[in-house]
């Protein structure tokens, strides 16, 4: 209950305040930002909008690469909070309403077969190891011209889609630094 008057106070200040816009994702980041314990509640909390060019490097949510451990995606945005596709169950991320910065290299277009139609892919993969991260269904051109907010046409496809389990929100987490602590952990016994 404490948390959801601090909440409703900072709305206020946001309200009051005239030089700054709010929205719908500023409000989800907030409330994420609060939940989470991300932010300090004494200080107060600077939403941007979805259109500001520039972001502090706190407010970048970094993703790793889930096998080699490289940085692969940043986002305003965490993408927990972001729906999955029913199809494949990955993450569909719209570039047009987020800040995203990806760290990837382009694999190629693939053709999949899906339920009732073929779709294509234009595959995002890991600059390090060059394992499959991402995909989307318009050219590559096309889809870096929509993140960049300089789309000539309005595309109804402008998703990024990020597969279950190929990035991780912490480094340790990747599976070549957990091998590698396991591989130390064995040395250590053996040294015994």
Request: proline share 2%; net charge positive.
């Amino acid at each position: 209950m404490q948390d959801e008057d601090k909440i409703i106070e900072k709305l206020k200040e946001l309200d009051q305040s005239k030089d700054q816009k709010v929205t719908l994702a500023s409000l989800k980041t907030l409330k994420s930002a609060i939940y989470n314990r991300d932010v300090d509640l004494e200080t107060k909390v600077k939403l941007r909008t979805l259109n500001e060019p520039t972001f502090k490097s706190e407010d970048i949510k970094i993703y790793f690469c889930a096998v080699c451990g490289k940085k692969v995606i940043g986002s305003n945005i965490g993408l927990d909070s972001f729906p999955n596709r029913k199809s494949d169950n990955s993450i569909a991320i719209n570039m047009k309403q987020i800040f995203l910065k990806l760290y990837l290299k382009q694999e190629g277009m693939k053709i999949i077969k899906r339920q009732h139609q073929m779709e294509k892919q234009f595959r995002w993969c890991c600059e390090e190891c060059g394992v499959h991260i991402a995909y989307q269904c318009i050219p590559y051109e096309e889809g870096q011209q929509i993140m960049q907010g300089i789309a000539i046409k309005e595309s109804n496809k402008p998703y990024l889609y990020v597969l279950n389990d190929a990035v991780v929100i912490n480094q340790q987490f990747s599976k070549l630094h957990s091998e590698v602590e396991k591989l130390k952990e064995q040395m250590e016994y053996d040294q015994k």
